[in-house]
């Protein structure tokens, strides 16, 4: 069992940055990819970034530029900056661990609850 807690999100300026965090705990053997997705209101979900074990990344095609995803091995903890913010970026911000690289997670994904970002115009 993975239990993943993400902080972070919140109301901000467009122009504005945020940094979301998603500490990983529990039995994390075989996690081999930490990453984020967004969903936005009446949206399907999408990719914003991904990160291996051994640190190669994976953007959303849309991400590119304006993301930047990280981690922390010894807290367990996989970040993402969110630059120049748009109000485009309001979305529920949800943490994944997974085995592999899936597109939309595979079946022995782990997600978290999500940590609500808003941007005002």
């Known amino acids: 069992q993975v239990q993943l807690v993400e902080s972070g999100g919140g109301t901000a300026q467009a122009g504005g940055s945020l940094r979301l965090s998603c500490a990983a705990s529990?039995?994390?053997?075989?996690?081999?990819?930490m990453g984020w997705y967004r969903q936005a209101p009446g949206k399907q979900r999408e990719v914003v970034a991904v990160?291996?074990?051994?640190?190669?990344?994976t953007y959303g095609d849309s991400m590119k530029g304006r993301f930047n995803i990280s981690k922390d091995n010894a807290k367990n903890t996989v970040y993402v900056q969110i630059n120049s913010l748009k109000p485009e970026d309001t979305a529920g911000y949800y943490c994944?661990?997974?085995?592999?690289?899936?597109?939309?997670?595979?079946?022995?994904?782990?997600w978290g609850q999500g940590t609500q970002v808003t941007v005002s115009s």
């Open positions: 994944l661990a997974d085995r592999s690289l899936v597109d939309g997670g595979s079946l022995y994904a782990s």
């Open positions: 990160i291996t074990i051994y640190g190669a990344t």
């Open positions: 529990g039995k994390l053997s075989a996690r081999n990819v």
